[in-house]
């Protein structure tokens, strides 16, 4: 893998993993057009960049929620992130030789129809019947929890987007833009954490042949998934998630067009 390539696919994995615009599908579309350059475990090793800057901007929160667990005993915030990130975590897991033979989830035809589906969804969300308002994740119901977690599996099909879908079922189940996004960044945390033990029991010997280009990757991911985190929730804490929705929708024209050219 060339230079270029790395430091590209390392700042699409950073930017789109965060913001609702679906980093796999950017991902299969950079993919496209270097020709099927880059492999699928490239792509799974340079997630532990934007894991590494997941953590690192909620250090505090993170650190805040174990204590609550040991020291004061509060459990509701970890028992509600466990509950949302079991569905996708467990299908992921047993779906994975799958996901990575299958056309379907390398299609661009799919990825511009999820981008399209999921696009609408984001423009008219605030306009959708929701649940009573809770004001945090700790507040969500276990029965919310795990209908956030069922909607996230719907995160493996390309072009969705884990945080855009998390984000909308957040929503639905009365959170606020910002804290639907907080609480779907810490329910990613042990997804992450899960495909990141996977990917280096399974195959260490990809990343000492490939160690030059994974470093870059993932040092491009971290940064810019810094960046991409701290916008987002700067972001919502004032304005709706309809922009990105916009943006999926005229994504998937453009490629659209291609497509039919």
Same mark, same amino acid.
């Given at each position: 893998?060339? !230079?270029?390539?790395? &430091?590209?696919? #390392? $700042? %699409?994995?950073? @930017?789109?993993?965060?913001?609702?615009?679906? =980093?796999?599908?950017?991902?299969?579309?950079?993919?496209?057009?270097?020709?099927?350059?880059?492999?699928?475990?490239?792509?799974?090793?340079?997630?532990?960049?934007?894991?590494?800057?997941?953590?690192?901007?909620?250090?505090?929160?993170?650190?805040?929620?174990?204590?609550?667990?040991?020291?004061?005993?509060?459990?509701?915030?970890?028992?509600?992130? !466990?509950?949302?990130? &079991?569905?996708? #975590? $467990? %299908?992921?897991? @047993?779906?994975?030789?799958?996901?990575?033979? =299958?056309?379907?989830?390398?299609?661009?035809?799919?990825?511009?129809?999820?981008?399209?589906?999921?696009?609408?969804?984001?423009?008219?969300?605030?306009?959708?019947?929701?649940?009573?308002?809770?004001?945090?994740?700790?507040?969500?119901?276990?029965?919310?929890?795990?209908?956030?977690?069922?909607?996230?599996?719907?995160?493996?099909?390309?072009?969705?987007?884990?945080?855009? &879908?998390?984000?909308?079922?957040?929503?639905?189940?009365?959170?606020?833009?910002?804290?639907?996004?907080?609480?779907?960044?810490?329910?990613?945390?042990?997804?992450?954490?899960?495909?990141?033990?996977?990917?280096?029991?399974?195959?260490?010997?990809?990343?000492?042949?490939?160690?030059?280009?994974?470093?870059?990757?993932?040092?491009?991911?971290?940064?810019?998934?810094?960046?991409?985190?701290?916008?987002?929730?700067?972001?919502?804490?004032?304005?709706?998630?309809?922009?990105?929705?916009?943006?999926?929708?005229?994504?998937?024209?453009?490629?659209?067009?291609?497509?039919?050219?």
């Amino acid at each position: 893998m060339s !230079v270029f390539e790395s &430091i590209i696919l #390392g $700042l %699409i994995q950073g @930017l789109t993993e965060f913001i609702p615009i679906s =980093s796999s599908g950017h991902l299969v579309i950079a993919q496209n057009f270097f020709a099927g350059a880059s492999s699928h475990l490239f792509l799974e090793w340079i997630n532990i960049g934007t894991m590494l800057a997941l953590i690192y901007y909620f250090r505090k929160k993170i650190g805040s929620t174990v204590r609550e667990l040991f020291v004061e005993r509060k459990y509701a915030l970890t028992r509600n992130i !466990v509950l949302t990130a &079991i569905p996708a #975590g $467990l %299908i992921g897991y @047993l779906a994975a030789d799958f996901i990575e033979e =299958s056309t379907f989830f390398g299609s661009v035809v799919v990825v511009a129809v999820m981008l399209a589906v999921v696009g609408v969804v984001l423009i008219v969300l605030e306009k959708l019947p929701r649940a009573s308002a809770v004001s945090n994740g700790e507040k969500l119901s276990p029965k919310r929890a795990i209908l956030i977690g069922l909607m996230q599996t719907l995160a493996l099909i390309p072009g969705t987007s884990r945080s855009g &879908i998390t984000i909308i079922a957040g929503r639905l189940s009365g959170l606020n833009p910002k804290e639907a996004a907080e609480y779907s960044f810490l329910v990613s945390i042990p997804i992450m954490l899960g495909v990141t033990a996977k990917v280096i029991l399974q195959d260490t010997s990809y990343f000492m042949d490939n160690f030059g280009a994974l470093l870059l990757g993932n040092l491009f991911a971290f940064v810019s998934g810094l960046l991409a985190v701290g916008f987002l929730m700067k972001y919502l804490s004032k304005h709706s998630l309809a922009v990105f929705g916009w943006y999926r929708l005229g994504l998937a024209t453009v490629l659209v067009g291609i497509l039919l050219l």
